[in-house]
């Protein structure tokens, strides 16, 4: 971890939500944010919302460039990191946060909601995971910081896709950490639980109660308040935590 703030940012999904939060977080002068996005059913949409993020952050005193990158496609991601590579020359962080829903009971999941969740939110990771580590193993520094989520350590009925991706991302997330640990590279995670995004705006009332019921903060999260945890555990302050998994869930789970 560099503290000369001239750091390297990597967020996957900074388009939008949790991710823009993130971008809009570590947003501060010399430091570079290359973010990635993709919806393929929405190409106009999909730019106009990382060019929003890019000003935003430009706004904030910092420097953002977006791409769009399907984190489920090794190649992309491939070429991705080597345009970090070849403009920055090095990455100092890197946040796993890309990540999509197909929620449906068990009983009535296809193979392709299932594929098409774990491909971006699990495997999409492990590729983002594969590539910025050469860079931070190399270095001999970095800090990888992934988004899981409450209902990956509590299940929830609807989402056996969407648990199953966000359980392993917290079991690539230790792995991660114990294979980096002696290169000077620690590896977290985040866990939220109801945060206010466009992810969240399609439930119904009547789910949106339901979780509303399970929160003793007795109210929704922001993605800001997520963005600090992963700002937290990307500072000189966390450099003795890794393999963990901090919740901001309001205490969904206690
Ligand atoms: P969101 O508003 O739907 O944003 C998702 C982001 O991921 C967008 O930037 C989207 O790009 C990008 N993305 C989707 N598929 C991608 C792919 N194949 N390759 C690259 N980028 C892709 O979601 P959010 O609520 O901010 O969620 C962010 C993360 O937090 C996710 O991992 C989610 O599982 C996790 N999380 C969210 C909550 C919550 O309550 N919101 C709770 C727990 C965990 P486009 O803009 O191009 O579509």
């Known amino acids: 971890m560099k503290t000369d ?16 939060a993130i971008c809009l977080e570590f947003a501060a002068p010399g430091t ?52 970090v590579m070849h403009e920055a020359g090095r990455i100092d962080v890197l946040v796993n946060n890309a990540g999509i829903t197909r929620d449906k009971l068990l009983m009535r ?22 590539f910025a580590g050469r860079a931070m193993v190399n270095q001999r520094s970095g800090r990888i910081i992934n988004i899981a989520s409450i209902v990956g350590i509590i299940g929830n009925p609807g989402q056996a896709n969407y648990v199953a991706s966000k359980a392993g991302i917290i079991g690539l997330t ?28 399609v439930l119904s009332e009547k789910v949106r109660t339901e979780m509303m019921a399970q929160i003793p903060l007795g109210r929704a999260g922001q993605p800001e308040d997520v963005a600090h945890a992963v700002a937290f555990l990307a500072s000189e302050q966390a450099a003795y935590i890794t393999g963990q998994v901090i919740h901001v869930s309001g205490g969904m789970y206690i």
């Open 5 to 20: 703030e001239t750091q390297v940012v990597v967020v996957t999904g900074g388009s939008r939500g949790i991710g823009r």
């Open 32 to 83: 570079r944010i290359f973010f990635n996005y993709f919806n393929p059913a929405d190409p106009q949409g999909e730019k106009a919302h990382a060019e929003k993020t890019e000003t935003l952050v430009k706004g904030a005193g910092g420097w953002a460039k977006s791409q769009s990158v399907n984190v489920a496609s090794e190649n992309s991601v491939k070429t991705f990191f080597d345009t």
């Open 109 to 130: 999941m296809t193979e392709a909601d299932w594929d098409a969740v774990m491909d971006v939110n699990l495997k999409g990771a492990f590729h983002c995971t594969r």
């Open 174 to 201: 230790k792995t991660a950490a114990r294979e980096f640990a002696q290169r000077g590279v620690t590896v977290n995670a985040v866990a939220p639980g109801f945060i206010e995004t466009d992810m969240t705006a």
